[in-house]
């Protein structure tokens, strides 16, 4: 078979018969699919555009009925195949038409019993004028009569729908329906001399109707969700505000202030006008507590305590707080939800208590525990990087007179006025303990017994020349010092070491300072690791350091 001679003329004539319909029909029921919208508007349009894929249906059923005999010459049709398809696909297609116009009216009821029902009846007067001889005729009508009716159905449904001031209105889609009656209405009277350039361009005007309404939709769906978002961010800061924790939000990318409730701004000592002036970094007193927050964040995107020292940024109100903090979408910005909440008080009384727990209550010094601890530290350093070491015991000469003569108010005295003597004499690296009663300990880092004897000297005269006065008596005080060899690392050994070099010195006349190496020259030798160093008074201070109470290093 030729294509130019048998095919061709079919091709063009179900184009010209069927095409523009089938053309138009499709992006009808595809632009009211796009429509934004909720309910049972929404059940109406997806009816409407069922409608149309009916339409669809059968004009494509119509096309195989005239391709079919071409294709397949032994085939034989029967001649009304083609009304009995047009009759049942515009039966079900007004059907959907008729229940999609009601549903738009907001009418409650069974639509998929309606269709049924309805296309029974459009059918069933159908199947009646093709098979009674009398009207017969009326047949090939009946389905253009079927589509008008119910095209004027459906634009008449969208000019008398109850609109509720919440949806935009759709009455140039039901213009665009009625316009398509008007073009069923003529194909049914064959008052049309080109049908189908007039239902092309009757579906060119209903589309272009159909999409001003899409675009009204659209908009009103836009609308409604800044609407929604304004009165979001109005609800979201109202519920914020009334929270009794501090809330901070902060701009992740530039670290910018979004937000501050009323009880952070109260905690940070933030005045109102004051919320946006400053990044979140500038209110952390140490900057690289910010960067190790940001750090966590990356690492663990949820920070669930977090302790840091915070203040107003031109303030002295320092405090510290335990945050909780977590990344969020806040308004197309990536945002940090900031909690807080004061610690200060805690902290306070931790630290008032690992003073208690390490420290001499009445001098103020490191007690024999704290001692002990620290020295361990110090002697695994020492030995890690072979560095010198010594130990010194240090006793108040004839205290228990001190104390007879004149109260144990002046022995507290003295003890005091001499735990700030060690502390102003020796060096800040150096650890300095109450050990018990009127006996102190000293540990020398980076220094050797022999640099030790020099410190030790510079502590005596220093305690020789101390003015303690009390009750307008000057009260005169020596120490006594024995010193360690530094060649152990047991602590144990380095306080017996010191104990006996200050029984020497308290057995030979007190006032003086002890080296155990003198006591036992038989052992006494420099290690070759060892470096010997020329003034321990000037070396260079290490990491440990004296509690703080305010005495000149």
């Given at each position: 078979?030729?294509?130019?001679?048998d095919?061709f003329?079919?091709?063009?004539?179900?184009?010209g018969l069927?095409?523009t319909?089938?053309?138009?029909?499709f992006?009808?029921?595809?632009?009211?699919?796009l429509?934004?919208?909720?309910?049972?508007?929404?059940?109406?349009?997806?009816y409407l555009?069922?409608?149309?894929?009916?339409?669809?249906?059968?004009?494509?059923?119509?096309?195989?009925?005239?391709?079919l005999?071409?294709?397949?010459?032994t085939?034989v049709?029967?001649d009304?195949?083609?009304?009995w398809?047009?009759?049942?696909?515009?039966?079900?297609?007004?059907?959907?038409?008729?229940v999609g116009?009601?549903k738009?009216?907001?009418?409650?009821?069974?639509?998929?019993?309606?269709?049924?029902?309805?296309?029974?009846?459009?059918?069933?007067?159908g199947?009646?004028s093709i098979l009674?001889?009398?009207?017969?005729?009326?047949a090939?009508?009946?389905?253009n009569?079927?589509?008008t009716?119910?095209?004027?159905?459906?634009?008449l449904?969208f000019?008398?729908?109850r609109?509720n001031g919440?949806t935009?209105?759709?009455e140039?889609?039901?213009?665009?329906f009625?316009?398509l009656?008007?073009?069923?209405?003529?194909?049914?009277?064959?008052?049309?001399?080109?049908?189908?350039?007039?239902?092309?361009?009757c579906?060119?005007?209903a589309?272009?109707?159909?999409l001003?309404?899409?675009?009204?939709?659209?908009?009103?769906?836009v609308?409604?969700l800044?609407?929604?978002?304004?009165?979001e961010?109005?609800n979201?800061?109202?519920?914020?505000?009334?929270?009794?924790?501090?809330?901070?939000?902060?701009?992740?990318?530039?670290?910018?202030?979004?937000?501050m409730?009323?009880?952070?701004?109260?905690?940070?000592?933030v005045?109102?006008?004051?919320?946006f002036a400053?990044?979140?970094?500038?209110y952390?007193a140490e900057p690289?507590?910010r960067?190790e927050?940001?750090?966590?964040?990356?690492?663990?995107?949820?920070?669930h305590?977090?302790e840091?020292e915070v203040h107003?940024?031109?303030?002295?109100?320092?405090?510290?707080?335990?945050?909780s903090?977590?990344?969020?979408d806040l308004?197309?910005?990536?945002?940090?939800?900031?909690?807080?909440?004061?610690?200060t008080?805690?902290k306070?009384?931790?630290?008032?208590?690992?003073?208690?727990?390490s420290?001499?209550?009445?001098?103020g010094?490191?007690n024999?525990?704290?001692?002990?601890?620290?020295?361990h530290?110090?002697?695994h350093?020492?030995e890690?990087?072979?560095?010198?070491?010594?130990?010194?015991?240090?006793?108040?000469d004839?205290?228990?007179?001190i104390?007879?003569?004149?109260g144990?108010?002046?022995?507290d005295?003295?003890?005091?006025k001499?735990?700030?003597?060690l502390?102003?004499t020796?060096?800040?690296?150096?650890i300095?303990?109450?050990?018990?009663?009127?006996?102190?300990?000293?540990?020398?880092?980076?220094?050797?017994?022999?640099?030790?004897?020099?410190a030790?000297?510079?502590?005596?005269?220093?305690?020789?020349?101390?003015n303690?006065v009390?009750?307008?008596q000057?009260?005169p005080?020596?120490?006594?010092?024995?010193?360690s060899?530094?060649?152990?690392a047991?602590?144990?050994?380095?306080?017996?070491?010191?104990?006996?070099?200050?029984?020497h010195?308290?057995?030979?006349?007190?006032?003086q300072?002890?080296?155990?190496?003198?006591?036992?020259?038989?052992?006494?030798?420099?290690?070759?690791?060892?470096?010997?160093?020329?003034?321990?008074?000037?070396?260079?201070?290490?990491?440990?350091?004296?509690p703080?109470?305010?005495?000149?290093?």
């Amino acid at each position: 078979m030729n294509f130019y001679t048998d095919y061709f003329p079919l091709i063009m004539n179900a184009v010209g018969l069927y095409g523009t319909e089938l053309a138009g029909a499709f992006l009808m029921a595809s632009l009211i699919n796009l429509i934004h919208v909720k309910g049972t508007q929404k059940e109406s349009f997806n009816y409407l555009s069922t409608g149309f894929y009916t339409l669809i249906l059968r004009d494509i059923l119509l096309v195989c009925c005239m391709f079919l005999p071409t294709l397949q010459p032994t085939l034989v049709l029967p001649d009304q195949l083609p009304l009995w398809i047009g009759i049942g696909c515009c039966s079900l297609a007004a059907a959907l038409f008729v229940v999609g116009a009601l549903k738009n009216l907001q009418l409650y009821f069974s639509a998929l019993s309606l269709t049924v029902l309805m296309t029974l009846i459009i059918g069933g007067i159908g199947a009646a004028s093709i098979l009674w001889q009398p009207v017969t005729a009326l047949a090939p009508y009946l389905q253009n009569i079927a589509l008008t009716a119910s095209f004027f159905t459906v634009g008449l449904s969208f000019y008398f729908r109850r609109n509720n001031g919440q949806t935009t209105n759709t009455e140039s889609m039901g213009t665009g329906f009625i316009v398509l009656g008007f073009c069923y209405l003529y194909l049914a009277a064959d008052l049309l001399a080109s049908p189908d350039i007039t239902i092309l361009l009757c579906y060119t005007i209903a589309l272009m109707l159909s999409l001003t309404a899409q675009i009204q939709f659209l908009n009103h769906y836009v609308l409604k969700l800044e609407t929604n978002l304004a009165q979001e961010k109005i609800n979201r800061e109202k519920i914020w505000d009334i929270s009794p924790f501090p809330i901070l939000i902060s701009r992740l990318r530039d670290d910018a202030i979004l937000y501050m409730n009323p009880a952070a701004r109260q905690t940070l000592f933030v005045k109102k006008g004051e919320v946006f002036a400053y990044p979140f970094a500038a209110y952390f007193a140490e900057p690289k507590k910010r960067t190790e927050l940001s750090a966590l964040i990356k690492q663990e995107k949820v920070v669930h305590s977090f302790e840091t020292e915070v203040h107003h940024p031109n303030l002295d109100n320092y405090l510290w707080v335990d945050l909780s903090t977590r990344a969020i979408d806040l308004d197309e910005e990536v945002a940090l939800y900031t909690t807080f909440k004061d610690i200060t008080e805690r902290k306070k009384m931790t630290q008032i208590l690992q003073e208690q727990a390490s420290t001499d209550p009445l001098t103020g010094l490191y007690n024999r525990r704290q001692f002990e601890i620290l020295v361990h530290q110090a002697l695994h350093t020492a030995e890690r990087y072979g560095t010198p070491y010594s130990m010194a015991m240090i006793d108040i000469d004839f205290f228990k007179k001190i104390n007879d003569t004149y109260g144990h108010d002046a022995g507290d005295a003295v003890l005091k006025k001499l735990a700030d003597t060690l502390k102003a004499t020796l060096r800040k690296s150096d650890i300095i303990a109450r050990f018990g009663g009127e006996e102190f300990v000293l540990f020398f880092s980076q220094t050797p017994p022999s640099n030790a004897r020099t410190a030790a000297e510079h502590v005596r005269h220093a305690v020789e020349n101390m003015n303690v006065v009390v009750d307008e008596q000057s009260i005169p005080v020596t120490v006594s010092l024995g010193i360690s060899s530094g060649r152990t690392a047991d602590l144990s050994a380095l306080i017996k070491q010191a104990d006996e070099a200050l029984y020497h010195s308290k057995q030979n006349g007190r006032n003086q300072v002890t080296l155990y190496d003198d006591l036992h020259p038989e052992t006494a030798s420099t290690p070759d690791n060892i470096i010997e160093l020329n003034d321990p008074i000037v070396m260079e201070p290490d990491t440990v350091a004296q509690p703080d109470n305010g005495a000149n290093v």
